[in-house]
T-cell receptor, first 108, second 115 residues
Framework: RKEVEQDPGPFNVPEGATVAFNCTYS??????FFWYRQDCRKEPKLLMSVYSSGNEDGRFTAQLNRASQYISLLIRDSKLSDSATYLC?????????FGKGTRLHILP | DADVTQTPRNRITKTGKRIMLECSQTKGHDRMYWYRQDPGLGLRLIYY???????NKGEISDGYSVSRQAQAKFSLSLESAIPNQTALYFCATSPMTSGTYNEQFFGPGTRLTVL
């Protein structure tokens, strides 16, 4: 089993809709969790950290479920500019593992 | 100005050639990383360095070497390039914090093609 797994997509979603995707991790000792966004042919950039209590940043909400070992990202009122690949990142100690990403296409 | 820069941005070379990719940062971070990204395989760590005297192999270090010339500079070398090293290469930095992961800041990437 891969250490970090994501549905590669693509998720094709109409503008204004809500979309959610998950990322599962296999190592229960994982300590920190993040979502990065990567536009086509560009570098990844941090979207948000994921805290145990869940956290929200505008239209974006991230949740962590340690019991089931997954993190989620919810995007409300999706915009065309949300089209990108979303990378799940899990770390423990000094080891950092990137998921392969989930592609999201927002349709006009 | 970009905080993490990579040179060159694009490079086409032939099998067997030695190639050096360079990364510089003005963020003052101690930690620097080299990744490659291939379609369908995601980001894979090649080498990382936590300070000037520290070099560590990542997941896929074979065929690569690195040099940390200064806190701000971390270069990646392909001693004898082969076609399956064709990929998008990213340098990244992060601040040093004991035992925890901090946000990584990526350079714009170098697209390398080995013919």
């Amino acid at each position: 089993r891969k250490e970090v797994e994501q549905d590669p997509g693509p998720f094709n979603v109409p503008e204004g809709a809500t979309v959610a995707f998950n990322c599962t991790y296999s190592n229960s000792a994982s300590q920190s969790f993040f979502w990065y966004r990567q536009d086509c042919r560009k570098e990844p950039k941090l979207l948000m950290s994921v805290y145990s209590s869940g956290n929200e940043d505008g239209r974006f909400t991230a949740q962590l479920n340690r019991a089931s070992q997954y993190i989620s990202l919810l995007i409300r009122d999706s915009k065309l500019s949300d089209s990108a690949t979303y990378l799940c990142v899990v770390s423990r100690d000094d080891k950092i593992i990137f998921g392969k990403g989930t592609r999201l296409h927002i349709l006009p | 100005d970009a905080d993490v820069t990579q040179t060159p941005r694009n490079r086409i070379t032939k099998t067997g050639k030695r190639i050096m990719l360079e990364c510089s940062q003005t963020k003052g971070h101690d930690r620097m990383y080299w990744y490659r990204q291939d379609p369908g395989l995601g980001l894979r760590l090649i080498y990382y360095s936590f300070d000037v005297k520290d070099i560590n192999k990542g997941e896929i270090s074979d065929g690569y070497s690195v040099s940390r010339q200064a806190q701000a500079k971390f270069s990646l070398s392909l001693e004898s390039a082969i076609p399956n090293q064709t990929a998008l290469y990213f340098c990244a930095t992060s601040p040093m914090t004991s035992g925890t992961y901090n946000e990584q800041f990526f350079g714009p990437g170098t697209r390398l093609t080995v013919l």
